[in-house]
C-alpha cells in the first residue's frame, strides 16, 4: 500500500486524528493527504494504550502514512503534556513554528499553541480542513 492510498483510507475512516503537519524548509487526515502530496512530512500524536498498538499497526502499515508516529504507551507521555510535542520536533528535527497541530480538543490545542506551533482547533470538518490548508498556502 503506498502512502497516498493508507492516507486516504485512513481519512475515509470514523476515528479522531491527531496530526502534526511539518513544513520543509485531518479532518487531520485530509489535511495529511494534501500535506504529503505537497512533500510536507507528517506525525501523528496519539494518547494510546498498549492495548490498542495491533490495531495501530494496522492501520499504519510499515510506516507509510506517517513519517514519525508516537504512542504515549511507548515514550511515557501523554498529551496535553508539551514534552510529548517537543518529542515528535524533535524526531522530525523541526522548530515549533515550522509545524502546524490539529486536535479536537481543546486543551490539547492549547499545549500545542504553547509549546509554539501553529494550530488548529478542530470543532468542524470544514472549517478545519480550510483553516489548514490556508496554513499550508501560507508556506507553515
Excluded at 30 to 48: E, F, K, Q
Excluded at 53 to 63: A, Q
Excluded at 109 to 129: F, I, N, P, Q
Aim: charge should be negative; include cysteine; proline fraction near 4%.
Amino acid at each position: 500500500m503506498n502512502r497516498s492510498t493508507a492516507l486516504q483510507q485512513l481519512a475515509d475512516s470514523t476515528a479522531t486524528w491527531d496530526v502534526l503537519v511539518i513544513g520543509g524548509g485531518a479532518t487531520g487526515l485530509g489535511v495529511a493527504v494534501d500535506s504529503a502530496a505537497r512533500g510536507y512530512r507528517t506525525a501523528l500524536i496519539t494518547n494510546s494504550v498498549v492495548e490498542w498498538l495491533p490495531w495501530w499497526d494496522r492501520v499504519l502499515p510499515d510506516g507509510d502514512v506517517f513519517d514519525v508516529v508516537v504512542h504515549s504507551c511507548r515514550v511515557g507521555l501523554r498529551k496535553p503534556d508539551p514534552a510529548i510535542y517537543r518529542l515528535a520536533l524533535d524526531r522530525l528535527g523541526v522548530q515549533p513554528a515550522e509545524a502546524m497541530f490539529l486536535d479536537d480538543f481543546e486543551a490539547m490545542a492549547d499545549a500545542a499553541r504553547e509549546v509554539g506551533m501553529h494550530v488548529v482547533h478542530v470543532t468542524e470538518h470544514a472549517a478545519a480542513l480550510r483553516d489548514a490548508r490556508a496554513l499550508l498556502d501560507q508556506h507553515v
